[in-house]
């Protein structure tokens, strides 16, 4: 059993930052993928980013070239750091592990991002 806390969240105008972390409880944190997802009123649970065990990472076009995530295994957190920030960005952010062998997804309670115009 996995469980994720988020934080991170909140108000910032158009064109700000804000970073998101995701602290993952358990001693195999290095074995899982991680991802970053968000879901806007009346919209399907989308992903943003992820990052797998072996290293590689994924991007949502919507967000190449202004968000990047990272992770540091010691500190079983992963983060995602939002930069050029618009309102279309505005969503809950969940943070998602999933076991890279029994394929399990574990789910964090989301984060608001609001971004003004």
């Known amino acids: 059993q996995v469980q994720l806390v988020e934080s991170g969240g909140g108000l910032v105008q158009a064109g700000g930052s804000l970073g998101l972390s995701c602290a993952a409880s358990?001693?195999?944190?290095?074995?899982?993928?991680m991802g970053w997802y968000r879901q806007a009123p009346g919209k399907e649970r989308e992903a943003v980013a992820r990052?797998?065990?072996?290293?590689?990472?994924y991007y949502a076009d919507s967000v190449k070239g202004r968000f990047t995530i990272s992770r540091d295994n010691a500190k079983n957190t992963v983060y995602l750091r939002m930069n050029s920030l618009k309102p279309e960005d505005t969503a809950t952010y969940y943070c998602?592990?999933?076991?890279?062998?029994?394929?399990?997804?574990?789910w964090g309670q989301g984060t608001q991002v609001t971004v003004s115009s």
């Open positions: 358990g001693r195999t944190f290095v074995y899982y993928d």
């Open positions: 990052s797998w065990s072996g290293g590689r990472t």
């Open positions: 998602k592990a999933r076991a890279s062998i029994s394929g399990v997804d574990y």
